[in-house]
Antibody, heavy 120, light 110 residues
Framework: EVQLVESGGGLVQPGRSLRLSCAAS????????MHWVRQAPGKGLEWVSG????????GYADSVKGRFTISRDNARNSLYLQMNSLRAEDMALYYC?????????????WGQGTMVTVSS | QSALTQPASVSGSPGQSITISCTGT?????????VSWYQQHPGKAPKLMIY???YRPSGVSNRFSGSKSGNTASLTISGLQAEDEADYFC??????????FGGGTKLTVL
């Protein structure tokens, strides 16, 4: 079964850091680009960041550029999101999503998300 | 990058057809056929319904179809069913190698 399982969310104070992980299974992880998409409570979807199969192409939304870093470990079938200098507006459910191919592919498999709460 | 524009809500009766629009710019929807649509039921993860403007993933009902004209993409659902009631989001690849989502449309089946 194709599956993505996010972890690492939690309560964090403004200005602090958090690292999210996404464990992939059921498909050849290093064949596909991967993405992080977030959803604030009661709000819409926001693309956060994407990474190509070999980490050669990275992309970030303006709202997180310079603060968040996406990475992947193909040997461990895992995707990561290092989030620094967290702000109240970063509070959201963070989804890991698999691309149908490269970075221009649609997001065909989604995890259930991990919640990040930013509050003092 | 500004969000794509979708109507906040649409509604229709069972059996009817509805169309949800998604308007962007020449830097996203107008320049690429990398437009996709997602369905999200409350408390659930989004589900891919249409990719590359008009292609349906395996397992998605053929009642769902997509199209694009200029800077506007559209999702049409024919033969509305109660289970189609959900939020729908469009997204497009952009000229600066990012993705931008629409604000979402709540579909109510009357």
């Amino acid at each position: 079964e194709v599956q993505l399982v996010e972890s690492g969310g939690g309560l964090v104070q403004p200005g602090r850091s958090l690292r999210l992980s996404c464990a992939a299974s059921g498909f050849t992880f290093d064949d596909y680009a991967m993405h992080w998409v977030r959803q604030a409570p009661g709000k819409g979807l926001e693309w956060v960041s994407g990474i190509s199969w070999n980490s050669g192409s990275l992309g970030y939304a303006d709202s997180v550029k310079g603060r968040f870093t996406i990475s992947r470990d193909n040997a461990r079938n895992s995707l990561y999101l290092q989030m620094n200098s967290l702000r109240a507006e970063d509070m959201a459910l963070y989804y890991c999503a698999k691309s149908t191919r490269g970075v221009t592919g649609a997001f065909d498999i989604w995890g259930q998300g991990t919640m990040v709460t930013v509050s003092s | 990058q500004s969000a794509l524009t979708q109507p906040a809500s649409v509604s229709g009766s069972p059996g009817q057809s509805i169309t949800i629009s998604c308007t962007g710019t020449s830097s996203d929807v107008g320049s690429y056929n990398y437009v996709s649509w997602y369905q999200q039921h409350p408390g659930k993860a989004p589900k891919l319904m249409i990719y590359e403007v008009s292609y349906r993933p395996s397992g998605v009902s053929n009642r769902f179809s997509g199209s694009k004209s200029g800077n506007t993409a559209s999702l049409t659902i024919s033969g509305l069913q109660a289970e189609d009631e959900a939020d729908y989001f469009c997204t497009s690849y952009t000229s600066i190698s990012t993705w931008v989502f629409g604000g979402g449309t709540k579909l109510t089946v009357l």
